[in-house]
């Protein structure tokens, strides 16, 4: 068996484009089916640069294996459909010949008011035929779709009720045709797509019979709804990976999350969970994203994330109290950013520290508390919890501010606790990082001058 999936390199795969491709994957897992990537590019006014590349990325980027495409092509290339010009002419060619098309010779503004009337009237909006016997010999090509009796495949309505699309316009295919012509020669022997793609589907199926292919076998899956709810509140379905990844969910979450929408079952293993993949268990109804599970599954990621940045904490922090602080950190987190905050002080740069405090009594506190920490024998929470209070207590300041003053030193206010930053870290470091601010306070303060 062999699947693709075709995106347009005309903008961000969002979620909707993801969660297509992922049970295009299940599906091909489960069956050991080839995936194969098609760029579906014939639009060129609507082409992003550098789409197709982010295309790949992003699929990487949530671990999508694909078996062939551009970049690995298989025997059925290329893969990109402007490669594949001379190959639809072809078709359309043969098309014209059995009599599965025809000349149309009307203008778009004729045809527009007829659709428009159509609607008017409850009638969907198609095309009426004029040209159908007129044998032009040029013009944009239209499907010759009969007038009398009921579509073939799943979706059962009245031939009269389908539109006669336009498959060839300005020697070029339109998606329809190119997209027919390519499962034939590619071999698609079954494609899962969205269900927006079902209204179209009867005008595949006359294609691929009035060519005498085979046809492939159509399955038509659930649409990822507008309505989000959500406390991230952004319009979750719209979104591609890197707006993801800027609110701090992770691309392992997103594929977890999807296949989760797809089997009903929370697994980040692919292999795992296509054996729980049935196509006919699929929902019917549009899916709505639901920012809480997701929220939730990240934080059951970030755990799992966490490992591959071990290194570079543990050399900062030591290896010994490593465990407490990602533990630490990771309990109170929801999103990778909680993370990014809470290890701030691991981060420490004093040329990015803010200087909140200028008055003189801020800097003397500074200063003295740099030689009680040099005295200090044990670096203990409550040697230093005393001298703190005694500092604060000689200088008359309330807990507040001298909270505000200690914040430089830790980086950051939204750090995990001070006394567990100030363990953790260490004497020798904390004295460095006093100095530093003094040292930095010291020459702006003379700068002002
Ligand atoms: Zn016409």
């Not at 491709?21 to 080839?34: C, G």
């Not at 008055?359 to 009680?372: A, C, H, K, P, V």
Request: proline share 3%; net charge positive; charged share 20%.
């Amino acid at each position: 068996m062999r699947l693709r999936i075709a995106p347009s390199p005309t903008g961000i795969l969002h979620l909707g484009n993801l969660y297509s491709a992922i049970t295009n994957v299940l599906f091909s897992y489960k069956y050991d089916s080839k995936l194969i990537l098609r760029i579906e590019d014939t639009d060129t006014q609507r082409n992003k640069t550098n789409a197709i590349e982010d295309i790949y990325r992003d699929l990487d980027k949530i671990k999508i294996n694909i078996d062939e495409s551009s970049k690995n092509p298989g025997l059925y290339g290329p893969y990109k459909q402007s490669e594949r010009i001379h190959v639809y002419k072809f078709y359309i060619k043969k098309l014209l010949k059995m009599g599965g098309c025809f000349f149309c010779k009307c203008s778009f503004k004729r045809v527009n008011i007829l659709k428009k009337i159509n609607l008017l009237l409850g009638d969907p909006p198609t095309y009426d035929g004029k040209c159908l016997n007129r044998n032009y010999l040029t013009g944009k090509i239209r499907l010759k779709v009969p007038r009398a009796g009921i579509c073939v495949g799943d979706y059962k309505i009245n031939w009269s009720n389908v539109d006669m699309q336009v498959l060839w316009i300005n020697s070029k295919p339109t998606y329809h045709f190119a997209n027919v012509i390519d499962d034939q020669l590619m071999k698609i022997s079954h494609v899962l797509r969205g269900r927006d793609w079902l209204t179209s589907n009867p005008k595949h199926i006359l294609i691929n019979l009035f060519l005498g292919f085979n046809v492939p076998k159509y399955y038509h899956i659930p649409l990822i709804c507008n309505k989000t709810e959500s406390k991230l509140s952004k319009r979750l379905d719209n979104m591609g990976i890197d707006s993801f990844l800027s609110l701090g969910i992770i691309s392992e979450t997103i594929l977890r999350y999807l296949i989760s929408l797809v089997v009903g079952v929370d697994t980040p293993n692919i292999s795992e969970a296509s054996s729980n993949f049935n196509i006919k268990n699929l929902k019917q109804q549009n899916i709505h994203i639901n920012g809480k599970k997701l929220l939730l599954i990240n934080k059951i990621c970030l755990y799992e994330v966490v490992q591959d940045v071990n290194n570079i904490i543990k050399n900062l922090i030591g290896k010994g109290c490593f465990d407490d602080v990602m533990a630490l950190c990771v309990k109170k987190s929801l999103i990778l950013h909680d993370i990014y905050k809470l290890l701030c002080f691991v981060f420490w740069d004093y040329k990015s520290i803010k200087m909140v405090f200028m008055s003189n009594i801020e800097y003397l506190l500074l200063d003295l508390l740099l030689i009680e920490y040099k005295k200090l024998i044990i670096w203990s929470k409550l040697n230093l919890q005393n001298i703190h209070k005694k500092l604060t207590n000689y200088l008359g300041l309330n807990l507040r501010t001298f909270c505000t003053i200690l914040t430089p030193i830790i980086g950051s206010r939204h750090s995990i606790s001070l006394y567990d930053v100030y363990l953790i870290i260490g004497q020798k470091v904390i004295i460095t990082r006093v100095s530093l601010i003094l040292e930095k306070l010291y020459h702006k303060t003379n700068q002002n001058i």
